[in-house]
């Protein structure tokens, strides 16, 4: 599993984020993935790929938390 790191993530993670593994939360669901790519979002936190989406349950917009 792999998702992109947007820009409030990977200021709080610091200049080695890629490849940083993570545990990604929303409710009682819960994945362990890899950063390995990039998002330009200002807004969001993480940009999921759909295979990590419908393991949390989601279509669009989640209220994640980020842990590594």
Same mark, same amino acid.
């Given at each position: 599993m792999?998702?992109a790191?947007c820009?409030k993530?990977? !200021?709080?993670m610091?200049?080695h *984020?890629? =490849?940083?593994?993570?545990?990604? @939360?929303? =409710?009682?669901?819960?994945?362990?993935? @890899?950063?390995?790519? $990039?998002c330009a979002? !200002?807004?969001?936190?993480?940009?999921? $790929? *759909?295979?990590?989406?419908?393991k #949390?349950?989601g !279509? =669009?917009v #989640?209220p994640? !938390?980020v842990? *590594?």
């Open positions: 792999v998702a790191a820009l993530l990977r !200021r709080a610091g200049p *984020w890629r =490849g940083t593994i993570v545990t990604v @939360k929303s =409710g009682n669901r819960s994945v362990v993935i @890899k950063l390995v790519d $990039y979002s !200002r807004d969001k936190l993480i940009d999921l $790929y *759909w295979a990590v989406m419908v #949390l349950g !279509r =669009g #989640l994640v !938390r842990s *590594w």
